[in-house]
Each structure stands twice: as structure tokens, then as C-alpha cells.
């Protein structure tokens, strides 16, 4: 069996702590020097994540275009590279043969091929093709040149009979996190043949608890992540619009004023965000929150100057950013880090489209 990906809110372990270091302000050259590290060589505590290389270059190559710094790579080996972790059916006659046909993470879920050049074992999932898409469309790949049919009549093998979405056709945990990537897949191909809409909704909706958040599944306790990606996808399904607290959020298919008062609870005293109450701030709180709130209307109610100051306490001397102040930065915290900034409009970096993840200009593709 193939190990399990990186899903959007796990991530890779942290070396040990370093000495305290908090600067004034947002350094950004450190941070695209960081990335800029990384897209060329991964430090050795990655190397138990090599299976999830394209989420780790989703962070990479999307957080220079956040920086305004896309120009650092090569776009067009990039889009070499991504496509070549397509997976494709060994004839036009097996679209419904129960396997996804989506993206692998890394060339150790693609195994030999035959001698046509098919892959003989499909690992194609999810959270991989959500990134896979989202680096193509970040370069200025046209996404019409994917054979979208395929893969969006594939992913519907993926969804199960409550609505939800299990990652990968042999079988895995089915929870909110695949929801929002099947959400973003169609709506990025501009397609939802890819999956059940209203049983989709239905699944969502049952997550929501009794505290107001979402927990990944129904009866589960609410977290940040996973209220997020509840959140995005309904976003993207059309079932909520924009600003939903000043348009009528009395009759949205959610308890709004739940959700607003569970997740305002999570910004804490040092100005930081927790992903469920009695946690630690951590940094990636400040996008799955704070980006949940963007998408409702809310983020007027955050106290961005806390959340600044705190930010700044987690970012490193080398560039980037750790998951708690005076440790060593990561690529995922990294990553979450500067969508933060981004959301709280910090000079000379491109502005966040909160629902996919990406920028404004590579989502719109202007």
C-alpha cells in the first residue's frame, strides 16, 4: 500500500529549537531567498516526505508568486515536471473502472511502465491533483490542454455515498480535507462533473458541530483546517456568496452566527490563531482562520495588529516560518505564513485568492 500523502493540514516534523529571533517588520528578500533554497534543494528532514513533492513544491512555487517573486523559476520546466506525474488509463475504454486518474505526489507512487509508457500502478490522488493544478495554473498553464474529462469522470469513483471523498481509489479516510480538494479541482477545470454537488453540500453541512466549527467529520470536534475547507468549498460549490454576515446570512445553510462567534474565539491573547480552543497559536492558523473569516466577511473582527506582531515572533533569521516562536522554520509553516501576510495586505506581495489558495492573478489567470 502506498503511503499516505501530505494532506493540506498536516505537516513535516521540526528540527529543534533555535534561538530566539523576532525582527520589525516582514523580510521579504529572506523569504524568497528561503524558497528559492528549497525549490533547488530540500534539506535532509524532508526526506521521509519525498512522497509528497508536489505539495512541497505547491508551497515553494506558490509562495514566490505570493512574494511577487514567480519570475525566480522555470516556468516552463515546471510544467514539464507536473505533468509528467499525470496518471493516465491504459485505454480510452477504462474511465469507469473504479481508479482516479489524477496526479501522483512523487515518482515512488509511480511505478514502471509498460511497454507503451502506462503506468502499471495508478497512486493518483486528491490533495496531489489539487496542487498539481494549482502550480500549472500559477506558471500559465492553460488547464484546458488536461484531459479534464477523464480525470473529472474518474474522480467521481472517489465519492462515497454520504457525499464524501476518500483521497485515492485503494481506499483512505474520507474527511472535509478531500471535499475541499475535489471542490477546488472542478472549480479550477470549470467542470463539476466531478462530483455529486448536493450530496456533497449535505456532507458538509452534517460536519458543522455544536461548538459552530467544522470537524473533519460529522460528530467530530470543530477545527481551524477543517472549518476552512468546509468553508471554501461551499464557497466554490456556489452555496454561499460573498460577504455572507452582511447578505443574508439568517437564511445560509450554515449556522453563521455560531461559526463567527466559535471562530473569533480562536484569535488568542498573544494575537496569534489556534486550530481548536486550549491549543498553542500556531502560525497556519492565521491562513485557515483568518481566511475562513475572509470568505465570510469577518475580517474586520481580527486584531491585525496582534496577529502582525505575533507573525513576526515566528519568523526566522534564515527566512521563513516556524509553527511556534524561536523554532527553526518549515516549508508548510513557511508557506501559511506568507498567505498571513498576504491577507493582511503587506506591501510589495500579491494579493491571496482565500478560496483556492493561490493568487488573485493566477486564479483569474489576468
Known amino acids: 500500500m502506498a503511503e499516505p500523502e501530505l494532506e493540506p493540514m498536516e505537516e513535516p516534523p521540526s528540527p529543534p529549537p533555535s534561538d530566539s529571533y523576532s525582527s520589525p517588520e516582514f ?5 524568497v531567498t528561503f524558497l528559492q533554497m528549497m525549490y533547488q534543494l530540500l534539506p535532509w528532514q524532508y526526506q521521509n516526505q519525498e512522497i509528497n513533492r508536489l505539495t512541497l513544491a505547491y508551497f515553494v512555487i506558490s509562495g514566490l508568486d505570493l512574494l511577487s517573486s514567480i519570475d525566480r523559476v522555470d516556468k516552463d520546466a515546471i510544467v514539464r515536471w507536473v505533468l509528467s506525474f499525470q496518471a493516465h488509463p491504459k485505454s480510452e475504454d477504462e474511465p469507469n473502472d473504479g481508479q482516479f486518474y489524477g496526479f501522483h505526489g512523487s515518482r515512488t507512487s509511480q511505478f514502471p511502465g509498460e511497454s507503451r509508457g502506462v503506468m502499471s500502478h495508478n497512486g493518483s490522488h486528491l490533495a496531489s491533483t489539487y496542487c498539481a493544478l494549482s502550480i500549472l495554473k500559477i ?21 462515497q455515498p454520504d457525499g464524501s471523498f476518500m483521497p485515492i481509489h485503494i481506499g483512505a479516510e474520507t474527511d472535509l480535507r478531500f471535499m475541499y480538494c475535489a471542490a477546488a479541482i472542478c472549480f479550477m477545470l470549470e467542470d463539476w462533473r466531478g462530483m455529486d454537488k448536493e450530496k456533497a453540500k449535505e456532507y458538509i453541512i452534517n460536519c458543522q458541530s455544536y461548538e459552530g466549527g467544522f470537524g473533519l467529520t460529522p460528530g467530530s470536534e470543530s477545527h481551524g483546517g477543517a472549518t476552512y475547507c468546509a ?34 474565539q480562536r484569535q488568542a491573547t498573544n494575537g496569534g490563531f489556534q486550530g481548536r480552543p486550549n491549543k498553542d497559536s500556531d502560525t497556519c492558523y492565521a491562513f485557515w482562520v483568518g481566511a475562513t473569516l475572509r470568505i465570510l466577511g469577518g475580517h474586520k ?13 515566528c519568523q526566522s533569521e534564515y527566512g521563513g516560518f516556524s509553527k511556534f516562536p524561536g523554532q527553526f522554520p518549515d516549508l508548510y509553516h513557511s508557506y501559511y505564513g506568507i498567505t498571513a501576510f498576504s491577507l493582511l495586505g503587506e506591501s510589495g506581495m500579491s494579493s491571496l485568492c482565500v ?3 493561490i493568487t488573485d492573478q493566477a486564479a483569474t489567470g489576468i
Open 27 to 31: 523580510d521579504k528578500d529572506r523569504h
Open 139 to 159: 506558471v500559465g498553464y492553460n488547464l484546458s490542454s488536461i484531459d479534464s474529462e477523464m480525470m473529472l469522470t474518474s474522480m467521481r469513483n472517489l465519492q
Open 231 to 264: 468553508v471554501a468549498s461551499l464557497r466554490l460549490m456556489g452555496f454561499i456568496g460573498d460577504d455572507l454576515l452582511s447578505n443574508s446570512a439568517t437564511s445560509s445553510i450554515v449556522n453563521v452566527p455560531l461559526l463567527l462567534s466559535w471562530i473569533l
Open 301 to 313: 473582527f481580527i486584531d491585525e495588529k496582534e496577529l502582525h506582531g505575533f507573525l513576526l515572533t
Open 355 to 357: 478560496e483556492l489558495g
